[in-house]
Each structure stands twice: as C-alpha cells, then as structure tokens.
C-alpha cells in the first residue's frame, strides 16, 4: 500500500486520520487523528506511526 503525505488512513486499532509527515522515506509517519476526544489538554494533536500500524489507506 502506497502512503502519501495528506493520505487518510484507517490504523489497525480502527483510529482514522491523516498522514501530516512521511520520515525517512516511509519508514515512519506523522499521524493526526480525526477524533482529538481522547486526548488531554495540552496533549499534542499528532503522533508518530509506523507502516505496520496502518491497515488501509482511504483517501
């Protein structure tokens, strides 16, 4: 599966967002979530990701 920067992809957990960074020629992302309801106060709204935590590419 091709990931892209501005991809929207569905995580293994079944998190949904966007893709904002490709490091290192996709060996590991910068992940923000659609849903930010989980997250605390002053928590940061991205995190990163590896290719094996994604399970399907959307858009």
Excluded: C, N, Q
Excluded at 19 to 35: L, Q, R, T
């Amino acid at each position: 599966m091709k990931v892209k920067e501005f991809s929207v992809v569905r995580l293994k957990d079944g998190t949904e967002g966007t893709i904002v960074e490709i490091w290192k020629d996709g060996e590991a992302y910068e992940f923000e979530p659609d849903d930010h309801s989980d997250l605390d106060d002053g928590a940061p709204l991205t995190y990163a990701i590896h290719h094996s935590d994604i399970a399907e590419v959307i858009a």
